[in-house]
């Protein structure tokens, strides 16, 4: 017999579960989630409170959802726990990076496979000996499509942090490059430690937007072509492996 899950409304996204796909592309700005929206069939605004907007569509002839987040772990936190309260299953993060790595320039993509846990929220969610690793069957169908659609990328830990612009502390970029971080933004470890609280599938690509070693604020410039065009290629990335069969 199938039960029916009861239908829930969320306050937050200012929606109903029944709106939630089970398969979800986030990002942070609402911009973005327009620009996904662009590659769906019969795209639908469902809802639109604060920074958090909601679109539906088809890709491949598979329902999705769409969603913007916003800046930072706390807030992001919200959107990823309501989506997951209205029953989405697997949920790709498309974002922008600064590079940690030599290796990778602007306008490189990376996928995370894990994440350092500076993001303001989960250690207050559960303790921080817990890792933040994305899921792996997420990671594999990643990096199988991107090999199909002969897209590079590079997989690696990710640092993710709360702060944006260094005051008295200086931003801990430098440190985790030496750790073997190959990039940082974020919201990916809020992601993967709520995703896997709450055992559903999460992951990250993310278009390489500058140089985060020995950070320069006063030179960032995301909107530059080369990241643009990074960002269109992530997002079909994104598209086609949330798309592809389990």
């Not at 639908?44 to 679109?55: A, D, Q, V």
């Not at 260094?166 to 801990?172: G, N, Q, R, V």
């Not at 990250?204 to 290629?233: M, T």
Request: net charge negative.
């Amino acid at each position: 017999m199938r039960i029916l899950k009861k239908e829930i409304f969320l306050p937050i996204l200012k929606t109903d579960s029944k709106n939630i796909r089970k398969k979800a592309l986030v990002c942070g700005d609402p911009a973005r989630a327009d620009k996904i929206a662009g590659f769906l069939s019969n795209p639908e605004e469902i809802s639109y409170n604060r920074e958090y907007k909601l679109l539906n569509g088809l890709y491949n002839n598979k329902p999705i959802s769409v969603l913007s987040h916003g800046v930072g772990g706390p807030g992001a936190g919200v959107a990823f726990t309501e989506l997951i309260k209205g029953g989405v299953e697997e949920i790709i993060r498309v974002g922008t990076a600064g590079s940690l790595s030599q290796k990778i320039k602007d306008g490189d993509l990376v996928i995370a496979s894990a994440a350092v846990r500076n993001d303001g929220l989960t250690e207050q969610l559960v303790d921080l000996s817990y890792p933040a690793v994305a899921d792996w069957e997420i990671v594999n169908r990643l990096n199988q499509t991107a090999n199909e659609l002969e897209i590079k990328t590079r997989t690696g830990i990710v640092s993710t942090i709360a702060a944006f612009y260094p005051e008295i502390e200086s931003l801990s970029n430098n440190y985790f490059s030496q750790a073997g971080a190959i990039a940082v933004e974020m919201e990916a470890s809020a992601l993967f430690v709520i995703a896997s609280l709450n055992n559903i599938k999460a992951g990250a690509v993310l278009a390489i937007d500058g140089i985060a070693v020995n950070f320069d604020a006063d030179s960032y410039d995301p909107h530059r072509e080369e990241v643009s065009q990074a960002v269109e290629q992530e997002i079909v990335l994104a598209l086609e492996a949330l798309t592809r069969e389990n």
